[in-house]
């Protein structure tokens, strides 16, 4: 049975809460000591949402990452939904904004969460592919992702994290003290796809998602279709 998404609050100039300045602080100082963390591209961010952010995500560390390169309160990201019945770690996404999906991106409730907040004017990022890639490459872009991606009219950008599957890969119980660079590619649109019959211009979105994304990856690395 499909949980209920929960709905984000409407973006506020308020400060951010205390949980989400002291979680944030601890994971970017470990995140700088242990992963010499940096942020390339900020000068392609618009001065202000919203905004679609199309993300690889080949490890837990990703949403921390991402998390910590958001420039923005209110910003939203979409996670894993049973990341949400861990305690502690749950009341720390839920601080950050988080919304919580189904591992194959088709939530319909989520979807319409992400839409909502777009409307709002913040920042929504997602993972292209709807779900997390195993083999730590760049498989092809959830299709239900690419349809949001024609049907939205804020900006878009592709955002990819480095070195987080060589820090933490599927299974692994503790980080290596890998680097991991964030990187953030140009804004772009694709709101002239609008006029292909729907199959088609899905078809084109996920191919030109996928192709900015590869191009923020290492060489190797945009590979795997798993």
């Keep these: 049975m499909a949980h209920p998404v929960p709905t984000a609050e409407p973006p506020s100039d308020a400060p ?27 000068e392609n961010l618009p001065a202000r949402p919203p905004l679609l952010a199309l993300t690889n995500h080949v490890s837990l560390l990703d949403v921390p990452a991402f998390g910590l390169a958001d420039p923005w309160p209110g910003s939203v990201l979409v996670g894993k939904a049973s990341l949400m019945q861990v ?11 988080v919304i919580p999906v189904g591992r194959d ?51 878009l950008i592709a955002l990819a994290a480095i070195g987080t599957y060589r820090a933490l890969p599927p299974g692994a119980w503790f980080p290596r003290p890998t ?31 996928r192709r900015r994304l590869a191009d923020l990856l290492p060489p190797g690395h945009a590979t795997s279709r798993a």
């Excluded at 602080?25 to 700088?32: G, T, W």
């Design 87 to 97: 305690p502690i770690v749950s009341q720390v996404l839920r601080s950050w904004g």
């Design 105 to 155: 991106g088709r939530d319909a409730g989520a979807l319409r969460e992400m839409l909502r907040c777009l409307q709002q004017g913040r920042l929504v990022a997602v993972a292209a592919e709807g779900t997390r890639n195993r083999a730590g490459g760049l498989g092809e872009v959830n299709p239900v992702l690419a349809r949001l991606a024609i049907t939205t009219d804020a900006p």
């Design 16 to 42: 951010p809460s205390t949980l989400t300045r002291a979680s944030k602080a601890i994971l970017l100082a470990y995140f700088r000591v242990y992963h010499r963390y940096r942020i390339v591209g900020t």
């Design 179 to 209: 680097p991991i660079q964030l990187r953030i590619g140009p804004m772009f649109d694709l709101r002239h796809l609008r006029t292909l019959p729907k199959e088609e211009g899905t078809r084109q979105a996920s191919i030109e998602i």
